[in-house]
């Protein structure tokens, strides 16, 4: 769990600090009121510890703040004024609960343990499990089948961050943000050996599953077991429906099979999109009442403007949203009633009757499943077929098996002239050549030039039992992706083959910030960019726009044209108007696609656009663009000083 204390005073930072750090709190510290605020308004903190006394901007004042800005996090004061007044007004505005100081730690920490049991619902006491794993995250207690686990703060927090976000797959810099202070300055690899430590203690406690997968090319999640023992009952009925007509659909085409790991990632995805779709309908029931006070008035004659804007901008949403999350046609129809209510239309004869109808269209639709053909469930983990030439059959079968499971299909061409005609019949996404082949005289140097002059869309990996420097150097001068050693592990040739073919070693760490008003589309567009391994950071209050901006730092800013208070175009305008932020890359959604919108959004400074609703392969593909031309634009620039 993440603190942020908000104390001057150094002694009683690192005093603090380092027993909140003892019982396994990810702690970061601001030292005045106005850092506190930009941190707590841009990440997400479990619990704030909040001095009264503080410089820029007092504690009660912020408190204040971040109750009026609807922050909801838990929030304990520590204040040296004991006196009644002081302690009623700091409730008043806003704090949970306060300790005097000078006060006992173990005290504070019992009281921080409570907050946290009464804070966020997801952050309860309910005990985590995971096969006969359990973690009490009150006592951050860790048994194994009844037996007690011994493990560091930061394995202790690793495997809480698992447990508790089961689908998601983080990336290496994404656990350094979370599990590490702001104050230290580990390298990637720190990761990497405390989860290896993890492990290995799961192993020594009797654990035969390994508990984290490794998602070759973006980071590590936690491994789904055969039984869902999550206790989400609702989850796992969505998923076993969902299986059970798969099979059935399967059966009746008279090709019985079980389904594979692709497919269950691929239900997993659908179940939260129902979730997400949940949230949006009970959020619609809302969004009905303010048109139906719009028809009212219409009808009467006497439609009030303000009412008019703000049905307006629901329609608006609803365009955006509907279409992410599945139901394309509802986004027609919310578009067609964003029409009828702009200024010029909605007095014309009929407006009302025609809202009328398209509303009771749009209850409709609401209540029928997603469509089949949705483009946010888009297998994000397709078969990426690799041709392996290579006439050692042993090594090309340890790949095989490797590979099982994890997104690539494996084709072996035992000759150059066999693997020519492979190539001919259906072109693979990337090759691994050996150099040497026992039976012939030709070898992979002159295959490898051949591919390179004739199909250069398709990357070459050699991989060779031999390590001579004369090779490396005739490969590099022919321009191939890589050169591998034949003694690596299969696992580590199929990770360097996912980045060769992701080619986002670098873009797929990058961070997003993603602007608009829509809560839903905010957090559909995170569930589709976080599997690729983006820190994604989002932000419905358009005024918060440049703090959260600063704090963040993107790569990569997505921006809503039409927003309340500063439309996106705004927004553009003062980051091209920032020296610091002239090159960042700019991508706007957009519900019109009229020629005059997009002029301003590329007058405003604009990169690309993508139109809603959003289609998932476009916007990664227009992402994943933008960031590359970025980097080969940095390189440039290195290389020319």
Same mark, same amino acid.
């Given at each position: 769990?993440k603190?942020l204390?908000?104390e001057?005073d150094?002694?009683?930072v690192?005093?603090?600090a @380092? #027993?909140l750090n003892s019982h396994n709190?990810?702690?970061?510290?601001?030292?005045?009121?106005?850092?506190?605020?930009?941190?707590?308004?841009?990440?997400?903190?479990?619990?704030i510890?909040?001095?009264v006394?503080?410089?820029?901007?007092?504690?009660?004042?912020?408190?204040?703040?971040?109750?009026s800005?609807?922050?909801?996090?838990?929030?304990?004061?520590l204040?040296a004024?004991d006196s009644r007044?002081? *302690?009623?007004e700091?409730?008043e505005?806003?704090?949970d609960?306060?300790?005097?100081?000078?006060?006992n730690?173990e005290?504070?920490?019992?009281?921080?343990?409570?907050l946290?049991?009464r804070? %966020?619902a #997801?952050l309860s006491?309910?005990i985590?499990?995971?096969?006969?794993l359990q973690?009490n995250?009150?006592?951050?207690?860790v048994?194994y089948?009844?037996?007690?686990?011994?493990?560091?703060?930061?394995?202790y927090n690793?495997?809480e961050?698992f /447990?508790r976000?089961?689908?998601?797959?983080?990336?290496? &810099?994404a656990?350094?943000?979370r599990? =590490? #202070?702001?104050?230290?300055?580990p390298?990637?690899?720190a990761v990497?050996?405390?989860?290896?430590?993890?492990r290995?203690?799961?192993?020594?406690a009797?654990?035969?599953v390994? *508990?984290?997968e490794?998602?070759?090319? *973006?980071?590590y999640?936690?491994k789904s077991?055969p039984e869902?023992?999550?206790?989400?009952?609702v989850a796992?009925?969505? $998923?076993?429906t969902?299986k059970?007509?798969?099979?059935?659909?399967?059966?009746?085409?008279?090709?019985?099979r079980?389904?594979n790991?692709?497919d269950?990632?691929r239900l997993?995805?659908?179940?939260?999109?129902?979730?997400?779709?949940g @949230?949006l309908?009970a959020?619609?029931?809302e969004?009905?009442?303010?048109?139906d006070r719009a028809?009212?008035?219409?009808?009467?004659g006497n439609l009030d403007?303000e009412?008019?804007?703000?049905?307006?901008?629901q329609?608006?949403?609803?365009?955006? &949203?509907?279409g992410?999350?599945?139901?394309p046609?509802?986004?027609?129809?919310?578009?067609?009633i964003?029409?009828? /209510?702009?200024a010029?239309?909605?007095?014309k004869p009929g407006?009302a009757?025609k809202i009328?109808e398209?509303?009771?269209?749009?209850?409709q639709i609401f209540?029928r499943?997603?469509?089949?053909e949705?483009n946010?469930?888009?297998?994000?983990?397709?078969?990426?077929r690799? !041709?392996i030439?290579d006439?050692d059959?042993?090594?090309?079968?340890?790949? %095989?098996?490797?590979? #099982?499971?994890?997104?690539?299909e494996?084709?072996?061409?035992?000759s150059p002239q066999?693997a020519?005609i492979?190539i001919s019949?259906?072109?693979?996404?990337?090759?691994?050549?050996d150099?040497t082949?026992s039976?012939?005289?030709e070898?992979?140097?002159?295959l490898l030039a051949?591919?390179?002059r004739?199909k250069?869309?398709i990357?070459? +990996?050699?991989f060779?039992g031999?390590?001579?420097l004369s090779?490396?150097?005739e490969v590099a001068r022919?321009g191939?992706?890589?050169?591998?050693?034949?003694s690596l592990p299969?696992?580590?040739i199929?990770?360097?083959?996912?980045q060769? !073919?992701?080619?986002?070693?670098?873009a797929?760490?990058?961070?997003?910030?993603?602007?608009d008003d829509?809560?839903?589309?905010?957090?559909?567009l995170k +569930?589709?960019?976080?599997?690729?391994g983006f820190?994604?950071?989002?932000?419905?209050?358009?005024?918060n726009? =440049?703090e959260?901006?600063?704090?963040?730092c993107p790569d *990569?800013?997505?921006?809503d044209?039409?927003m309340?208070?500063y &439309?996106?175009?705004? !927004?553009c305008?003062?980051?091209r108007?920032?020296?610091?932020?002239s090159?960042l890359p700019v991508?706007?959604?957009t519900?019109?696609?009229e020629?005059?919108?997009?002029r301003?959004?590329f007058v405003?400074?604009?990169?690309?656009y993508v139109n809603?609703?959003?289609?998932e392969p476009? $916007?990664i593909?227009?992402?994943l663009?933008?960031l590359?031309?970025t980097?080969?634009?940095?390189?440039?620039a290195?290389?020319q000083r």
């Amino acid at each position: 769990m993440k603190i942020l204390l908000v104390e001057d005073d150094t002694i009683t930072v690192n005093l603090l600090a @380092k #027993s909140l750090n003892s019982h396994n709190y990810n702690v970061n510290t601001a030292a005045d009121g106005e850092t506190a605020l930009q941190l707590a308004q841009a990440y997400d903190y479990d619990l704030i510890v909040l001095d009264v006394l503080i410089p820029k901007l007092d504690g009660i004042s912020l408190c204040r703040k971040l109750r009026s800005s609807g922050c909801q996090m838990p929030i304990l004061l520590l204040t040296a004024l004991d006196s009644r007044s002081n *302690l009623v007004e700091g409730l008043e505005a806003g704090a949970d609960d306060y300790v005097v100081k000078p006060f006992n730690i173990e005290e504070l920490i019992a009281r921080i343990r409570a907050l946290l049991r009464r804070g %966020k619902a #997801s952050l309860s006491s309910t005990i985590l499990r995971w096969e006969k794993l359990q973690v009490n995250p009150d006592t951050t207690e860790v048994t194994y089948a009844e037996k007690l686990l011994h493990l560091t703060p930061k394995e202790y927090n690793l495997l809480e961050l698992f /447990l508790r976000n089961p689908r998601r797959i983080f990336s290496r &810099s994404a656990m350094l943000d979370r599990i =590490w #202070s702001a104050g230290e300055f580990p390298q990637e690899e720190a990761v990497t050996a405390h989860i290896k430590g993890l492990r290995h203690k799961l192993k020594a406690a009797g654990m035969t599953v390994d *508990l984290v997968e490794t998602v070759y090319g *973006l980071g590590y999640r936690l491994k789904s077991l055969p039984e869902d023992m999550d206790g989400q009952k609702v989850a796992r009925e969505t $998923l076993e429906t969902a299986k059970s007509q798969q099979i059935l659909s399967v059966e009746s085409s008279g090709q019985s099979r079980e389904l594979n790991n692709d497919d269950e990632r691929r239900l997993k995805v659908l179940t939260v999109v129902a979730e997400i779709r949940g @949230k949006l309908r009970a959020n619609f029931i809302e969004k009905v009442a303010i048109f139906d006070r719009a028809i009212g008035q219409l009808k009467t004659g006497n439609l009030d403007d303000e009412l008019r804007r703000e049905s307006q901008s629901q329609a608006h949403k609803l365009v955006g &949203s509907l279409g992410t999350l599945g139901l394309p046609k509802g986004s027609e129809v919310a578009r067609k009633i964003e029409h009828l /209510l702009k200024a010029e239309n909605v007095l014309k004869p009929g407006t009302a009757e025609k809202i009328q109808e398209f509303l009771d269209l749009l209850k409709q639709i609401f209540d029928r499943p997603p469509e089949p053909e949705s483009n946010l469930v888009t297998d994000i983990s397709q078969q990426r077929r690799v !041709l392996i030439v290579d006439d050692d059959t042993l090594g090309s079968d340890r790949l %095989k098996t490797a590979a #099982s499971g994890s997104g690539f299909e494996i084709e072996v061409a035992k000759s150059p002239q066999a693997a020519r005609i492979a190539i001919s019949q259906q072109p693979p996404d990337a090759i691994l050549l050996d150099l040497t082949f026992s039976r012939i005289q030709e070898n992979g140097l002159a295959l490898l030039a051949e591919l390179l002059r004739e199909k250069p869309e398709i990357p070459v +990996m050699v991989f060779s039992g031999h390590n001579q420097l004369s090779d490396r150097i005739e490969v590099a001068r022919l321009g191939a992706s890589g050169f591998l050693h034949k003694s690596l592990p299969p696992a580590d040739i199929l990770k360097a083959v996912a980045q060769l !073919l992701d080619r986002t070693g670098s873009a797929a760490e990058a961070k997003v910030m993603v602007v608009d008003d829509d809560v839903h589309l905010l957090a559909a567009l995170k +569930m589709i960019l976080q599997p690729w391994g983006f820190q994604v950071t989002t932000l419905d209050r358009p005024e918060n726009f =440049w703090e959260v901006l600063e704090i963040t730092c993107p790569d *990569l800013l997505i921006l809503d044209v039409e927003m309340p208070g500063y &439309s996106g175009i705004e !927004l553009c305008l003062t980051v091209r108007n920032d020296v610091r932020w002239s090159k960042l890359p700019v991508l706007f959604l957009t519900a019109h696609s009229e020629s005059e919108t997009v002029r301003q959004m590329f007058v405003a400074g604009a990169d690309d656009y993508v139109n809603k609703p959003i289609v998932e392969p476009e $916007l990664i593909a227009r992402i994943l663009n933008r960031l590359e031309r970025t980097q080969l634009r940095h390189r440039l620039a290195q290389t020319q000083r």
